[in-house]
């Protein structure tokens, strides 16, 4: 048995996945670029920012969408600005209420706020952007930050609806700025090493993988979160939140519980499984496009909301992979991470993954071990990440490659779901079809369904 329990520094020019992932260093959390690609993504090893000319300039960042989660990344990043060398410049929330108090916690005065992003993004001294709005305005909020010449760091999901996806999948190729994903556990190095290790032919041909993320909560409570009286349209821009999604009135639990309401999400296949799905692909050394994808979902306990509370979700990869993915927020015990070849199989678990032979290749392979003695599953690894790739224009780890690829999947699954259909997809066309051949249109903000 071989074990590596070494942290893993920044990587140098040129240095191979394998030196990579052996040379030892007290760097930090593996900031450095994605060692699992094998050629350069076209628009993500670029040269840096015009606005960030050498690697001690200071990035500044605008922060879009200041609610919980873009409060979260306002501590973390406050946290950890003099070691990555950036600041926070402006902040923008569509209520005065969090608008206000994200100002107060960035230490910025009253003109580094604004309502409308479009303001935001027209201030030369914002280098790069990270979004945190609801999931109906990733999509247009990132194509806006990349015409404005931003950098871009986007909560996950990737965005609302598919033609959304291929739409930002192109403008970051076209553009060359650096997009990032934000599914944090990208920058975990188990699954880079994972991606090694496969990528070396260890595991032989890949056959299936599985994950999941459940949860449960008393009283049924998954995303329901009690209204602020404070809010109402004088000082919530509500028609604005809303966007491309159906016009209504102010509805106080939409605003506060939109995880609840397709409107606005996909439910467990963008808020959960939209977590899972990157590391399991990233995994795999070489993300492909889905072939074709099944999913079915049960909205048997949590009946008040639109969206399942169980998902189950089948997604077939060209090579011969599959990828079996479960989430629930009615039942908190899920699947082991693993990924399954024709020589072998990855266990992950936490900070930790192993490999062990299949009985037959027993005499011919060893079993490995890995271990990464740096915090995993942190935003802050992925914030690290993203600002050392707009410094050299390496690929970072929730690149577009892989976010669109995952985009894709999840798009898919939910079309699965709600139409009832197994789905066939043609990354050239970008056409989905069923298995008799019949052509089916993305779902979009105007899709109505019976």
Request: net charge negative; with cysteine.
């Amino acid at each position: 048995m071989s074990t590596i329990d070494k942290p893993l520094p920044n990587s140098g020019p040129g240095e191979s996945r394998r030196s990579f992932l052996k040379r030892a260093g007290a760097i930090g959390a593996f900031a450095g670029a994605a060692p699992f690609l094998r050629e350069p993504l076209y628009g993500q090893t670029q040269a840096p920012s015009a606005n960030v000319t050498g690697a001690n300039n200071r990035i500044v960042l605008g922060i879009i969408g200041t609610g919980s989660q873009g409060s979260h990344h306002i501590d973390l990043l406050k946290k950890h600005a003099a070691e990555n060398e950036m600041a926070i410049g402006a902040v923008c929330d569509l209520y005065q209420k969090r608008l206000e108090a994200a100002l107060a916690q960035a230490g910025l005065e009253a003109g580094d706020g604004c309502r409308e992003h479009e303001r935001l993004l027209e201030r030369s001294d914002i280098d790069a952007v990270i979004i945190a709005t609801v999931d109906n305005w990733h999509g247009q909020v990132t194509l806006d930050a990349l015409d404005a010449g931003k950098h871009v760091y986007c909560e996950k999901p990737m965005t609302r609806y598919l033609q959304e996806g291929w739409d930002v999948y192109d403008k970051v190729r076209s553009t060359g700025k650096i997009y990032q994903y934000g599914s944090q556990y990208t920058a975990d190095a188990v699954y880079h090493q994972a991606a090694d290790w496969i990528g070396d032919g260890l595991l032989g041909p890949l056959v299936w993988a599985q994950s999941s993320y459940c949860r449960n909560n008393k009283n049924n409570s998954e995303w329901t979160f009690p209204a602020d009286p404070d809010a109402n349209p004088d000082n919530l821009d509500w028609n604005r939140w809303l966007g491309r999604a159906t016009r209504m009135p102010w509805t106080p639990d939409r605003y506060f519980s939109w995880h609840k309401y397709f409107d606005y999400n996909s439910g467990i296949l963008g808020n959960l499984l939209s977590h899972r799905f990157p590391p399991l692909m990233l995994a795999t050394g070489s993300p492909e496009w889905p072939r074709r994808v099944v999913c079915t979902g049960t909205r048997k306990v949590s009946t008040d909301r639109e969206i399942p509370d169980t998902t189950h979700v089948l997604a077939e990869f060209p090579d011969g992979l599959t990828c079996v993915i479960a989430g629930s927020t009615v039942n908190e015990i899920g699947l082991q991470d693993m990924i399954r070849g024709r020589q072998g199989t990855l266990y992950f678990s936490g900070d930790r993954v192993e490999f062990r032979p299949e009985r037959l290749f027993a005499d011919e392979l060893d079993q490995e071990t890995f271990t990464d003695t740096n915090p995993v599953g942190k935003i802050e690894n992925l914030h690290r990440n993203f600002l050392d790739c707009i410094r050299s224009g390496d690929t970072p780890h929730g690149n577009v490659e892989l976010a669109v690829k995952v985009n894709t999947v999840l798009g898919l699954a939910e079309m699965s779901e709600r139409m009832n259909l197994a789905l066939l997809f043609d990354p050239d066309t970008r056409t989905i079809t069923t298995g008799e051949g019949r052509q089916v249109a993305p779902l979009t903000y105007d899709t109505v369904l019976g």
